[in-house]
Structure formats: C-alpha cells, structure tokens
C-alpha cells in the first residue's frame, strides 16, 4: 500500500541553524509534491510545490529538493528562526488523480 | 486568514447528538474537501465535491453525512458518533479538480470531542 514517512516526529534545531526535514514515500509515483505548515489549532497553509521533472524549488529561505530515484523530498528552512516552529506536512499527488496523500508531520521547533 | 472560515471551532458532544459542522470559502472555488485529523495520524480525505457533486466518499461510515448546498458552503452532519471520532475536521478548498497543481486552501478546522 502507499505510504509516506516524515522523519522524525519532532525535531529541535538552534536559531540560526539549517532545518532539513525529509518525506520518504513508498508504493507511489507522485506527479507532485507539496509542503505544508502548520500550526497548533490551525489548519495547514501551503509552501511550495513541486513537479516530478523538477529538481528543486526556492522561495525566500526555504528549499525543496525533489527525487524520483530515491523517492525522497527534502524541506531546507535556511537562517531559522522561533517563528518557523510548526510542524510540516507533506503531501503527495499521482498523475491523473485530483487526490492528495499526506504524511504525518514533522514537528520543528527552533530555539532561541 | 485563508479565505476558509469554519464553525464551531470547538464541539463536545455525546454520542446519542446530532450535530453539524459548517464550512464555507469566500475565495469562488468550486471544489471543497472535509478531512479528519487525528492525533500522529496522517490527514484523512473524507469527501470531496465538485460542484456541489459528491465526487469522493472514501470509505466514510454512514454516521457522517456531507452536504454541499452550493459551491460556497460546506456542511458535515454528526449522529451517532463514537469516541474514536473525537479529531480535528478540517475544510479545504481549490478552484475546481482539473488542475493538478492547485493549492489547497485550509480552514482553522474544528476540534471535535465524542464523550
């Protein structure tokens, strides 16, 4: 069955530090890939997206990194900061399918 | 704000109530998604509309009941439930279901306990 694994369930990085966050997935050829953040008694808010044929996206200080071979994404939060503890999702979309599977979550907490 | 507003935030209820939650987007989308959240579970696709059709229905028991009364507003009726339904239901929305790129919009959810 498909299966999408975050790394660990919560991970403690110093401010100012690079974060990097992975979603390993299995059983699934996924034509996109998005991460989300989110907040405690909030719902998820979209980052980036990423499409198959693309290697990596950027936007400000935050990275993705896409593998098809390895079928493995890569969430970098360069320069970080307190404000950017949440926990990330990730979410996966075969071709063809308007449905979206997520992973658990990462929690992330940067400390001062 | 997400342009997704849902109400209650909160609910407790007993498992003989009727209860229903309300969803509604002021973005124009006309796709719009109920998902359940449990604790260190991954999001769960509950139902899906497009154009006020139902579209999905992934396994969902009877006790949830959807409702779509137009391409804005959102409905979940409660009855019956159980205390392994106590989870955060959150509301989404897109533009429509064609475009596989599309970003879902979130709602803030509702916390939901079954005593």
């Known amino acids: 069955s498909q299966k999408i694994e975050q790394n660990s369930e919560a991970l403690n990085i110093q401010e100012g530090k690079t974060a990097t966050l992975t979603c390993n997935y299995t059983n699934y050829s996924p034509a996109y890939l998005q991460w989300y953040r989110q907040d405690p008694g909030r719902g998820p808010v979209f980052l980036l997206l990423?499409?198959?044929?693309?290697k990596e996206k950027r936007k400000e200080r935050l990275k993705v990194t896409f593998d098809t071979t390895l079928k493995q994404s890569l969430f970098h939060i360069t320069a970080s900061q307190p404000a950017d503890s949440a926990t990330y999702l990730c979410a996966l979309r075969a071709s063809g399918t308007y449905k979206y599977i997520f992973g658990t979550g990462t929690r992330l907490k940067v400390l001062a | 704000e997400t342009g997704v507003t849902q109400t209650p935030r909160h609910l407790v209820m007993g498992m003989t109530n009727k209860k229903s939650l309300k969803c509604e987007q002021h973005l124009g989308h006309n796709a719009m998604y109920w998902y359940k959240q449990s604790a260190k579970k991954p999001l769960e696709l509950m139902f899906v509309?497009?154009?006020?059709?139902?579209?999905e229905n992934n396994s969902v028991p009877s006790r949830f009941s959807p409702e779509c009364p137009n391409s804005s507003h959102l409905f979940l009726h409660l009855h019956t439930l159980q205390p392994e339904d106590s989870a955060l239901y959150l509301c989404?929305?897109?533009?429509?279901?064609?475009?596989?790129?599309?970003?879902?919009?979130f709602g803030p959810g509702t916390r939901l306990t079954v005593l």
């Open positions: 989404a929305s897109t533009p429509d279901l064609s475009t596989f790129t599309d970003t879902q919009y």
């Open positions: 990423i499409r198959e044929n693309e």
């Open positions: 509309y497009n154009f006020k059709e139902q579209t």
